[in-house]
Every structure is written in C-alpha cells, then in structure tokens.
C-alpha cells in the first residue's frame, strides 16, 4: 500500500509559476513509477507527467513549461510549473503504480487545486 500527501497547489497568474510536491509513505525505490495527472471541471483526467527509473515523459500540452523530479530521500516526488496557462487550472493528482507478482496496483493522492488567473 502507499499513501500519497499532495501539496502545493493554489492561486496564481498567467505566466506565474508553482511546485506541487507529492510524499509518498515508502520509498521511491519500492514504486515503479509515479506520474502527475489533472482534471479540470467536466473533463476526463489527463496524464501530465510520469517518471520510471528517471525516464520523464510529458503531455504535449506542458513539454518545456513543467518539469517532473524525485527526491528520493525525502520519497516525494516534485511538479515544478512554470508559464503557468489559464487552461492548466484544474485539480492535480500524484499517482504511484506499483508492480508486485502477477498484479499492477494504482494509488492516488487526493488532489490539490491550482487556479491560474488572468
């Protein structure tokens, strides 16, 4: 099992910038991945950034604005956003995907808002 603490999130203007943080209970070297998602009011939850054995991967949306990190020490892996857009106002969500056996178990954090203003 891991628990996953969002935080970070908040109000700020267009071109502004913010780093959401995500603790998990264990440690980064015991999860297969982690990956940062988002969903903004009536849409689908989207995919933003994932890390695997420090290979990143990126929506198109967000290539060269958001950065995707572990600090594994601290197990907390990191969102840092910047160029912040209106359109990236939505509630995003720490995911850690863990392989063990024959299964493949999902765990989510609870979310933290970002608002971008104009």
């Known amino acids: 099992q891991v628990q996953l603490v969002e935080s970070g999130g908040g109000l700020v203007q267009a071109g502004g910038s913010l780093r959401l943080s995500c603790a998990a209970s264990?440690?980064?070297?015991?999860?297969?991945?982690m990956g940062w998602y988002r969903q903004a009011p009536g849409k689908q939850r989207e995919l933003v950034a994932t890390i695997t054995s420090g290979n990143t991967n990126y929506a198109d949306s967000v290539k060269g604005r958001f950065t995707i990190s572990v600090d594994n020490a601290k197990n907390t892996v990191y969102l840092q956003m910047n160029s912040l857009k209106l359109e990236d106002t939505a509630v995003y969500y720490c995911?850690?995907?863990?392989?063990?056996?024959?299964?493949?178990?999902?765990?989510w954090g609870q979310g933290t808002q970002v608002t971008v203003s104009s």
């Open positions: 995911k850690a995907v863990v392989v063990s056996g024959p299964g493949v178990y999902d765990w």
């Open positions: 264990r440690s980064i070297f015991s999860i297969n991945a």
